[in-house]
């Protein structure tokens, strides 16, 4: 698939609670671009970050692309892997809907099959990433499709499971539209460090003795769901689809990103 027209987004973001722009454009690139300023990047050539409740992309200069996830998982979770320009105004990509959804309607309506084949990362040996205690890991295992089994576990949440094999059907199906999330005993905390600025229950669900969300749960397991689609979105710092089992425990950001550092090193000499 490939973007055949131009999207324009805008809203605040989540994090910085101001107002942020995001471009989307057709252009010659076999990868994706981030552009932000003057600067550009495809992006595996970016250093990551995944230690701010959100995933950073940083040019070499030090400066950043703040919470990149969700846009980046619509885009390849809907099969987007090259051809496109995202050009960022604000330093962070605009919060949205929390989730895929809205971002996925418009790749729909500006997008078309494409006859490019798509050049895929394979894996020949398990890779693995964790905590210091092991607590919290994930690993990726040589398969012949992109398959994630995610566990999690949060006080008022409980334990929650999701196997998923990567389609672009399955994806806006069963992913898209599942919503970030916070522990509302977090909250002040996160605003008091800079983060969650521009978070409100327009773009996420809030977890404490009760749920907060608007219209209710998109699914009774839309957390670990949710889960899956950060992981896609982070995944997409390599720079081309992967093939691989993906089993992910109490994970996040952080871990999914040094998981894609490892995996990068496949991909030297290239």
């Not at 996925?104 to 997008?111: R, V």
């Not at 982070?234 to 490892?262: F, M, Q, T, Y």
């Given at each position: 698939m490939k973007i055949n027209g131009k999207i324009l987004l805008k809203g605040l973001g989540l994090h910085s609670g101001k107002e942020c722009e995001l471009l989307i454009e057709p252009c010659d690139s076999k990868e994706i671009l981030m552009r932000s300023g003057d600067n550009e990047l495809s992006l595996r050539n970016f250093s990551l970050n995944g230690t701010n409740r959100g995933s950073d992309y940083i040019f070499p200069d030090g400066s950043r692309i703040r919470t990149c996830e969700h846009v980046l998982s619509a885009l390849t979770g809907m099969g987007i892997y090259s051809g496109v320009r995202l050009t960022i105004?604000?330093?962070?990509?605009?919060?949205?809907?929390?989730?895929?959804?809205?971002?996925?309607?418009?790749?729909?309506?500006?997008?078309?099959?494409?006859?490019?084949?798509?050049?895929?990362?394979?894996?020949?040996?398990?890779?693995e990433v964790h905590s210091d205690d092991y607590k919290r890991f994930v690993s990726a295992f040589p398969c012949d499709c992109l398959r994630v089994t995610y566990i999690v576990e949060y006080d008022f949440i409980g334990a929650?499971?999701?196997?998923?094999?990567?389609?672009?059907?399955?994806?806006?199906?069963?992913?898209?539209?599942?919503?970030?999330?916070?522990?509302?005993?977090?909250?002040?905390?996160?605003?008091?460090?800079?983060?969650?600025?521009?978070?409100?229950?327009?773009?996420?669900?809030?977890v404490g003795e009760t749920i907060q969300a608007k219209g209710g749960l998109h699914w009774k397991?839309?957390?670990?769901?949710?889960?899956?689609?950060?992981?896609?979105?982070?995944?997409?710092?390599?720079?081309?689809?992967?093939?691989?089992?993906?089993?992910?425990?109490?994970?996040?950001?952080?871990?999914?990103?040094?998981?894609?550092?490892?995996?990068?090193?496949?991909?030297?000499?290239?």
């Open positions: 105004t604000g330093g962070e990509m605009p919060a949205l809907d929390g989730c895929a959804k809205t971002l996925c309607g418009e790749i729909k309506n500006h997008s078309e099959n494409s006859n490019d084949e798509l050049k895929f990362l394979n894996i020949s040996s398990p890779v929650q499971i999701f196997d998923y094999v990567q389609s672009p059907e399955n994806y806006f199906e069963n992913i898209a539209a599942a919503r970030t999330f916070a522990m509302e005993s977090d909250i002040n905390y996160l605003r008091s460090h800079g983060m969650a600025l521009g978070g409100s229950l327009d773009n996420a669900i809030v397991d839309e957390f670990v769901r949710h889960k899956i689609l950060d992981l896609i979105g982070d995944l997409a710092s390599l720079g081309r689809p992967l093939n691989a089992h993906i089993v992910a425990c109490r994970a996040g950001h952080e871990l999914h990103l040094k998981l894609a550092n490892e995996l990068r090193q496949f991909l030297k000499g290239e």
